[in-house]
């Protein structure tokens, strides 16, 4: 009866220690990645809650999607003219990837009250 009683421990103890081994330290980001905008219902009314989140932050070779899930047509158009969405019907659309670093505001060409801004690490 001994015998099973230490080769349960024996079992018990090898699971243990492969359950517990798990590293502590966080994963380093990885490059690129991707980051979603959601452009929503009434958003013309909203300033700078019009782009759900109004500022994203991604890595450099990240990728930010616009949608619009508003009844009305919008634009991401960048102040600097990084990039440019044209319309985006409603429904639609929109992606960009972050080749450099840099914090890039934006707004909609439709409606100039809507804004929000793109941090790239």
């Known amino acids: 009866m001994s015998s099973f009683r230490l080769v349960g421990l024996s ?5 243990a220690i492969a359950c517990g081994s798990s590293s502590s330290t966080s994963p380093s980001p990885t490059p690129g990645g991707s980051s979603s905008v959601t452009i929503p219902a009434g958003a013309s009314n909203l300033g700078n809650q019009a782009y759900s989140p109004d500022a994203v932050n991604i890595s450099v070779g990240g990728t930010v999607t616009w949608m619009n899930n508003d009844s009305t ?7 600097g003219n990084a990039w440019n969405s044209g319309v985006v019907a ?3 659309q929109f992606s960009f990837t972050f080749q450099t670093a840099g914090t ?18």
């Open 90 to 92: 409603p429904g639609g």
């Open 73 to 79: 047509a919008h634009t991401s158009t960048s102040d």
């Open 11 to 15: 079992v018990f103890l090898m699971s």
């Open 104 to 121: 890039f505001s934006y707004h909609c060409t439709l409606h100039p009250g809507m804004v929000g801004k793109v941090v790239v690490q």
